[in-house]
């Protein structure tokens, strides 16, 4: 219990708590949430019948079927008009309707063999060969490197 005063002292008049309301019998009403003859048992429910089926269903279908109506008479002239006036709006909604787990792979190298991989190598290596060549960045080995000494500093390779 606390103290009235706040002190510690066993001698000094004790003010109830909340708690001990409940475990004495006062004759005050608790607020319903504190008190235990209205809280539900474990296992009921406040409304056992349930929500009726297709309650919430059949408003969503209303709504869907009164958005296709002005969609179908109103829809392009109104998305054109979103997204000449309302730009960041159009870019929302067009956000919003693609799917959250977009997945947005363009590498099609995953699904290749390694001889598959060697072979577009090869392929890229023979096309970018003579441009390569032409701009004088092939090194010592063959591969891209430094520029080579005849080539000026300045000068910008270009492609023909």
């Known amino acids: ?18 708690g001990d309301k409940m475990a004495e019998d006062t004759g005050e009403k608790l607020p319903a949430h504190l008190r235990d003859d209205l809280k539900f048992k474990v296992g009921q429910s406040g409304n056992p019948a349930g929500r009726p089926k297709g309650a919430r269903s059949k408003l969503g279908e209303a709504f869907l079927e009164a958005m296709n109506k002005d969609f179908e008479k109103h829809g392009s002239a109104v998305i054109a ?42 392929e890229l290596s023979s096309v970018l060969g003579p441009f390569l060549a032409a701009a004088g960045t092939r090194g010592p080995d063959g591969g891209v490197g430094a520029e080579t000494a005849d080539q000026s ?5 270009t492609i023909q």
């Not at 706040?6 to 708590?17: E, F, H, L, V, Y």
Request: charge should be neutral; glycine fraction near 4%; proline fraction near 6%.
């Open 1 to 18: 219990m606390q103290f009235v005063d706040g002190a510690t002292d066993a001698g000094k008049r004790q003010q109830p708590t909340a």
């Open 81 to 122: 008009a979103v997204r000449k006036n309302k730009p960041e709006q159009y870019l929302r909604v067009v956000a919003s309707i693609l799917p959250k787990d977009l997945n947005v792979n363009i590498n099609n190298l995953d699904n290749l063999t390694d001889e598959q991989l060697t072979e577009r190598i090869r």
């Open 153 to 157: 500093a300045g000068e910008v390779p």
